[in-house]
């Protein structure tokens, strides 16, 4: 039997994951099966504990990635995050987060270097794999912004005690801190109707770089405005392709080049606009 993986979350139907791993293993030479699963966090355990010898990994979405924390030996990384999205099978299930390094390599090919000062908008897994990566661009500060106070409060308090940052909890949609040279949105374009004019990304000077981890559609009104003032944009697909990289790398032992990836995402969704 062929070897398989596939992604699991809910919803899914959409999820572009088969089409950038089904491009990887095309361009490798793999001869691999790769589906969709739609999959709630209670049958999570029982659907992994089922998989026969032919599974080698499975990539994890909303809303499984703080379940799948637990399903194997974890990397450093969802140690940190309680957080996981990729499941390497095998005589022992290992467990990564590829995410922070997605995220890196995504805003790294953006152009984007060192930064001291970070806003982060959303207080879930995504929002904190965001915070340890611009930590590790070296933001000493970062506000985060988000609807839930309690949250965002629990966000602040796990990154001071695991991170050395210091972390500034804010309401959805408040002034953008001025000092702020990175901004990364993890809420849903709606979730920012009405706020995009009190956050004013124009008027904050020393604002370098937005991303929207929102693909679909695109650009997102966010994304519109930065691009509008002149400002580095790196979006949803550019963190997918990054991430999905380190899933591949991590599943069959080969890398793939990010544009290989890009080119097949972009060429599904200008079908799916089509048709």
């Known amino acids: ?7 699991l979350g809910s919803p899914i139907d959409h999820s572009l994951s088969p089409v950038i791993h089904r491009a990887a293993y095309a361009h490798l030479g793999l001869d691999w099966n790769y589906d969709r699963v739609e999959l709630q966090p209670d049958r999570f355990a029982g659907f992994v504990a089922g998989l026969d010898d032919s599974w080698r990994g499975l990539s994890v979405t909303m809303p499984l990635k703080e379940v799948a924390a637990g399903a194997g030996v974890p990397d450093d990384d969802v140690l940190l995050t309680g957080a996981a999205n990729t499941v390497v099978l095998g005589d022992e299930p290992h467990v990564h987060n590829t995410d922070i390094p997605g995220l890196i390599d995504a805003l790294a090919s953006a152009g984007v270097e060192r930064v001291r000062v970070a806003t982060i908008i959303g207080n879930g897994a995504t929002a904190r794999s ?70 004013d990304i124009e008027l904050c000077p020393a604002l ?10 695109w650009p997102t009104p966010l994304a519109a405005r930065a691009a509008s003032a002149g400002l580095t944009v790196v979006n949803g697909l550019d963190l997918l392709v990054h991430q999905a990289r380190h899933q591949v790398r991590l599943m069959t032992g080969h890398d793939v080049p990010a544009g290989v990836l890009l080119s097949a995402v972009r060429e599904e969704l200008n079908a799916r606009d089509a048709s």
């Not at 972390?167 to 374009?189: F, I, K």
């Not at 370098?208 to 559609?217: G, K, L």
């Open 208 to 217: 370098r770089a937005v991303c929207d981890v929102i693909y679909d559609p």
């Open 1 to 7: 039997m062929n070897p398989r993986a596939a992604v």
């Open 130 to 199: 965001a915070l340890v990566a611009a930590v590790r661009f070296g933001a000493g500060l970062v506000e985060v912004q988000g609807r839930d106070v309690g949250r965002v409060r629990a966000l602040h308090d796990w990154a001071e005690q695991r991170l050395p940052v210091e972390v500034q909890p804010r309401s959805l949609g408040a002034p953008l801190d001025p000092a702020s040279e990175l901004l990364v949105s993890t809420v849903p374009s709606a979730a920012l109707e009405g706020r995009l004019d009190v956050l």
